[in-house]
């Protein structure tokens, strides 16, 4: 199929870019693809791009929906309600703060608050640098460890204020040392 499909209905600008969004169309065709455009995979499409481009920019969402034949209200539908979607840009680094019981009681919110000094947002903002995205969840399933906060996915454990402006700081230095 060419990219320079007319951008009348299909989400495409000429130049092979979801218009929007700036997500080139054969991204998303590889990731449909993958999945042999299963309506039934949208959620593992859904999760697909996101990883590819860190969040679900809304052009995609109608590409996608018209590739699959599903009306785009159930693609949305789907998006807001799985927590784990974004709608919105996300930092390089995805922070989230358990802030379930076993969490709160030994001091998560003290780590939010270290974190919202840290960075300059509040809980559910990305940083203007695109570099931080802080967010908070109601457990992570792994109390025993509280007060946890993942970073990029990786757990870390009976986490304190100190402890994760340490944690910021050394995530700042490797993105610089790969910069240079």
């Not at 000094?117 to 640098?129: N, S, Y």
Request: glycine share 10%.
């Amino acid at each position: 199929m060419s990219s320079k499909v007319s951008p009348v209905g299909t989400g495409r600008k000429g130049n092979g870019r979801v218009s929007g969004c700036g997500i080139d169309s054969a991204i998303l065709d590889r990731v449909l693809a993958r999945h042999e455009q299963s309506p039934s995979a949208i959620v593992a499409i859904m999760q697909d791009v996101q990883a590819e481009v860190n969040y679900l920019p809304e052009d995609a969402l109608r590409y996608v929906a018209e590739k699959l034949s599903l009306p785009v209200s159930k693609v949305f539908r789907l998006a807001t309600f799985y927590r784990a979607f974004s709608l919105e840009p996300r930092g390089a680094h995805l922070i989230d703060v358990c802030t379930g019981t076993a969490c709160h009681v030994r001091g998560a919110v003290k780590i939010v608050d270290a974190l919202e000094r840290e960075l300059g947002i509040k809980a559910g903002e990305t940083d203007g640098e695109m570099e931080f995205t802080l967010e908070t969840v109601n457990c992570l399933g792994a109390c025993a460890l509280g007060p946890v906060v993942v970073v990029d996915e990786a757990y870390h454990g009976q986490m304190t204020g100190a402890r994760v402006v340490h944690l910021v700081n050394k995530l700042r230095k490797n993105q610089k040392g790969a910069e240079e």
